[in-house]
């Protein structure tokens, strides 16, 4: 049996005389003859019935004090019926006065339905009494020697207990290597607008600080999910610290808000995650809403100095946060929701973000949201107007932010692939715990054709923090190294941790063409159906159907495909699989049908520059030197310095005019025509790359009369299967080889010749086998007949 212990009359509370005139616990020191609580010398503001449950707590510590005691003591009869709500408002005034959570309480812990327990030590100090004469006097030279050896005992006892705890304080401090937990923040203000918005603020502000290392949200939600709670759990202390201890994390910062009069009471502490001992706190306080951002940015800087970020560090990552995001509470809670919901959809964050630049049009934050979100989601030509605008409002951000929004606008806008790279390096040189920039470095370097170096970087950026994208990329990058086995591991480590979503679909999709497994494409295809990412698993099997040569279905999935994009509002996805099918109508020889696809391209997404690039090229394979001419000129004005602009897509435009004009000396004698990044991928295509300038480029060594160089070019594509998928080029490859063979078979003598000719052959049967069932009107299908039987 447990004996519940009773609390004491209330008679007998009452009847209790006051024994101490001060209290102290913790930083704080009361007084009870002048009614005041103050911390640190420095008065705090307290009402008089909250002070009133102070002093009657405080003379009983560690006891239970009843709702009726309370009731008794510090509210007249005739407020009986409205006590429980006066109760509960003075209970939360004196926990915001303390910087103080009923969710984990240091002070004033809730007996629920019962009560209130003041839990921590409580020092009294007795009222100063005359002295009282002795029957013998102590002589004055006596007096002054006990004073002396008081003062010396004090003095050193003083040191040694200043310098124990200096030490405890040092050992619990954290490092750099250490990760810490946000936990969300307590709102008792009744005002729902900081709800999110403050949580976010503080992130933002310990964000420039190169110091500290948040878990990512992906972990946190992958650790809830062992926890066997919802991702949207709130993150209570209790929650949090469970969580922070399940991480290996060192600490929990946990913030509140609260209101003390007119005033607005913020307080931020950071606990040990194992031992539950406070590492540092602080209190501040907003003489008005306009004020909480302020002030909650102070508090976040002394926080910072108190963990153990040196002075000089946080002096110069400090910018305020209503400067560095923004002024706007609401615009700054919208922007929280938006973080939120791109967790779970790139799409569902766009209104929020819309929304933070709505009520804010200098929130550079924002706008970058937007661009991530757009750019997710394969719009990159809003994408791109976002990414801009957040770089022309570089003086409203952070540290931490200025160089997010910089190498996004040397990636998305200018294009220029060095800057960006280098921009990003010193981004991780500064912030070397951030998974978000390494995971956008390691897309430079897929552009720029190293995937090796992609690999390594989103291997590390997996030890800060897992997510489907990031797992998607590096099933993508083992495909692009021809590493089919480590994308399949990679995948199956991914969905063990429940994580799943368009980048891992894809990257399963074309590992299950790779291994020619109808049975796992089709299994993927049902993942897209019905989804909003439909229209990217139509034009999947639209691209696999036009490799086997089956044209007529592609076209029909192709139709279906840019129906779904739009019904999506993603028009310039839809817009995306036109570009592609123009491009594979005009490389199988139907003009008519090119120029059609590539004009609807454009009527769909006229502003972006990578549906113009696949769109000028379409027009160049398909004749129609005019448009191409007109769209290649506008792309190189604009363009200037786009690194696979100016390399792949207008050197590709231009060979494919030379070889229509049959000019070889250009192709022969263009110093630049082969670009060191011809392997880089691209954004706006489902592959990392169809090597559009290496198939092109292919076939004006055969206008060149070139058979040798020509096959080099068409067995890259062949030896690059992982970064081609299946894309047409990938099919037609096998045609040009056995072209190009077939070409230096005339060209030589002898046992060359016959060996040219039989390889020649053995291509032409590669390729026939690939298209057994394909539809047979197609023109260069019947041109490889006729070539194939000349050859015989």
């Known amino acids: 049996m447990v004996n519940t212990p009773q609390p004491p009359a209330p008679s007998n509370m009452a009847s209790q005389p006051p024994t101490a005139r001060f209290a102290r616990f913790g930083s704080f020191e009361v007084d009870f003859r002048e009614r005041k609580l103050s911390k640190e010398g420095i008065r705090i503001r307290l009402q008089e019935q909250p002070f009133r449950i102070l002093a009657l707590l405080l003379q009983h510590p560690g006891e239970l004090v009843t709702r009726e005691e309370i009731r008794l003591q510090v509210w007249p009869q005739d407020l009986y019926v409205e006590f429980d709500a006066a109760l509960n408002t003075a209970v939360g005034k004196l926990r915001a006065a303390l910087n103080d959570s009923a969710d ?96 976010t603020a503080l992130r933002l502000s310990l964000e420039q600080s190169p110091f500290f290392t948040e878990l990512s949200a992906s ?73 909480v951002l302020d002030a909650l940015g102070q508090a976040a800087s002394k926080l910072r100095g108190e963990l153990g970020e040196s002075l000089a560090s946080v002096k110069k990552y400090d910018v305020p946060l209503a400067k560095g995001t ?92 060095d800057k960006a790279a280098e921009t990003y390096e010193h981004w991780i040189e500064l912030y070397p715990h951030n998974d978000g920039s390494l995971e956008t470095l390691a897309v430079v370097y897929t552009m720029e054709g190293r995937y090796e170096k992609a690999d390594e970087i989103t291997s590390r950026a997996l030890s800060f923090g897992s997510s489907e994208g990031l797992y998607g990329n590096l099933v993508q990058y083992k495909l692009a190294l021809q590493r089919f086995d480590d994308a399949q591991r990679v995948s199956d480590e991914a969905h063990s941790k429940n994580l799943d979503g368009l980048e891992l679909r894809d990257g399963l999709y074309a590992l299950a063409f790779l291994r020619s497994d109808a049975t796992a494409m089709a299994e993927q295809q049902k993942w897209f159906a ?111 310095l786009d690194t696979q602009m100016q390399s792949l897509w207008l050197r590709a435009i231009r060979t494919q005019l030379a070889i229509n004009e049959k000019n070889p000396a250009y192709i022969l004698n263009d110093p ?9 991928g691209f954004l706006f295509t489902l592959n990392p790359t169809c090597l559009y300038p290496t198939y092109v480029r292919g076939n004006a060594y055969l206008v060149a009369g070139r058979g040798k160089e020509a096959a080099a070019e068409f067995q890259k594509i062949l030896d690059h299967s992982g970064i081609v998928w299946n894309c047409w080029t990938g099919a037609l490859a096998h045609l040009g080889l056995a072209r190009a063979n077939a070409l230096e078979a005339t060209t030589s003598q002898g046992a060359d010749a016959d060996a040219a000719r039989a390889r020649a052959l053995a291509a032409y049967k590669e390729f026939f086998t690939l298209w057994k069932d394909a539809d047979p009107d197609i023109p260069i299908l019947k041109q490889a007949k006729a070539e194939s039987a000349k050859l015989q």
């Open 672 to 680: 630049q025509n082969v670009s060191p990044i011809e392997y880089g």
């Open 219 to 291: 972990t946190i939600a992958r650790i809830l999910q062992e926890m066997r709670r919802p991702s949207g759990t709130r993150l209570t202390s209790e929650v949090t610290r469970e969580l922070c201890q399940r991480a290996g994390s060192k600490a929990y910062l946990a913030g509140s808000i609260a209101t003390l009069g007119s005033q607005y009471v913020v307080g931020l502490k950071a606990v040990n995650c194992q031992t539950g001992d406070r590492l540092a706190e602080e209190q501040v306080f907003a003489t008005s809403k306009e004020k």
């Open 530 to 640: 019905g989804r909003p990412e439909e229209n990217f698993g139509l034009a999947l099997a639209s691209d696999t159907e036009a490799y086997r040569g089956h044209l007529g279905v592609a076209r029909e999935l192709t139709t279906r495909a840019v129906a779904s994009a739009t019904r999506a509002d993603a028009k310039e996805s839809g817009s995306l699989w036109l570009a592609n099918a123009a491009l594979r109508e005009a490389a199988f020889g139907n003009t008519t049908q090119a120029r059609q696809a590539a004009e609807g391209s454009l009527k769909l997404a006229p502003a972006s520059p990578g549906i113009k690039a696949q769109a000028a090229l379409a027009f160049a394979m398909a004749g129609d030197r005019s448009q191409a001419d007109s769209l290649a000129q506008d792309l190189n004005k604009r363009f200037p």
């Open 104 to 199: 984990n309480p240091r002070f004033l812990a809730t007996v629920p339905r019962r009560g209130y327990r003041f839990v921590a030590p409580v020092g009294l100090s007795p009222e100063l009494e005359e002295a009282v004469p002795t029957s013998r006097p102590v002589p004055r030279r006596l007096y002054k020697r006990l004073y002396l050896w008081c003062a010396v005992a004090l003095i050193v006892a003083g040191a040694t207990i200043g310098g124990f705890w200096r030490y405890q304080r040092a050992a619990h401090k954290i490092t750099s290597d250490d990760t810490i937990v946000l936990a969300d923040f307590v709102n008792t203000t009744g005002d729902p607008t900081f709800d999110d918005a403050l949580q």
């Open 326 to 417: 923004t002024s706007s509470l609401e615009a700054l809670k919208q922007y929280s929701l938006g973080v939120k919901a791109y967790d779970n959809s790139p799409t569902d964050a766009i209104p929020y973000f819309a929304a933070t630049v709505k009520e804010d049009p200098n929130c550079a934050v924002g706008y970058r949201g937007l661009g991530l979100a757009y750019a997710a989601i394969g719009q990159t030509a809003r994408a791109r107007e976002y990414y801009t605008k957040a770089y022309q409002l570089m003086n409203h951000v952070g540290e931490w932010e200025k160089w997010a929004i910089t190498g996004d606008y040397y990636m998305n806008v200018t294009g220029e692939l």
